[in-house]
């Protein structure tokens, strides 16, 4: 399995309450991605990194950012949680071979009230 | 957009049939896998495939890529419980870009 952790797992926070996100990988791997999952949208990208300091955006990104200062730790930050935004969060990493294969993390479920 | 559809979206059979998850889009991919998702954790790439008309076996399971690589196909021989879950397809328009993902396939085998 590939050594990729979440933190938090679960999280209850309000709105308009800021919230971080930490997808943390022991593979070295160049490529990291934020995924939400919802019933009936399947996985939606938010962000993905390309390299330490390299990020960009995905189809869902309004409302999210994120920092890669490091090659192991990728960071999403809601700035100012949304009920829109209770979600289950996974991040992935990818070699970016040109299979482009992903490894996925174990998930975050963050519900906003 | 969804440009991946996943047909049939939830699937329910006895233990010992055989079925078929359909991947189908109007694009071309480079590559394409398939995941199999169980409650509360994520995905866990069961194949990749990249040459058109490539067929992959697993087991019990068949992956085919699509001529075109358009399509691809997931055939499942016997199935067991243990097969119940989420299956996804997801495609790579080129190297080391995104992967757009179908909304998924829900299966349940019923011992």
């Known amino acids: 399995d590939a050594g990729i952790t979440q933190s938090p797992r679960h999280k209850v926070t309000e709105t308009g309450t800021p919230v971080t996100l930490r997808c943390h990988q022991t593979e070295n791997h160049r490529y990291m991605y934020w995924y939400r999952q919802d019933p009936g949208h399947g996985l939606r990208l938010i962000h993905y990194s390309y390299g330490v300091k390299d990020t960009d955006k995905g189809e869902v990104s309004d409302g999210y950012s994120v920092s890669r200062s490091k090659t192991e730790d990728f960071l999403l930050t809601l700035e100012s949680a949304t009920s829109s935004q209770t979600s289950v969060y996974f991040c992935?990493?990818?070699?970016?071979?040109?299979?482009?294969?992903?490894?996925f993390g174990p998930g975050t479920r963050l519900t906003v009230t | 957009t969804q440009l991946l559809e996943q047909s049939p979206q939830f699937l329910s059979i006895q233990e010992g049939e055989n079925l078929t998850v359909y991947c189908n889009s109007s694009?071309?991919?480079?590559?394409l896998q398939w995941y199999r998702q169980e409650p509360g954790e994520g995905p866990v790439l069961l194949v990749t495939?990249?040459?058109?008309?490539e067929v992959k076996k697993l087991k019990r399971l068949t992956f085919q890529f699509g001529d075109a690589r358009k399509d691809s196909s997931l055939h499942i021989t016997a199935a067991q419980p243990g097969d119940t879950g989420l299956y996804l397809c997801?495609?790579?328009?080129?190297?080391?870009?995104?992967?757009?993902f179908g909304e998924g396939t829900q299966l349940t085998v019923n011992p």
């Open positions: 495939v990249v040459t058109g008309g």
């Open positions: 694009s071309v991919f480079s590559s």
């Open positions: 992935a990493i990818s070699t970016g071979t040109r299979s482009a294969e992903q490894y």
């Open positions: 997801a495609g790579a328009r080129t190297s080391g870009s995104r992967l757009t």
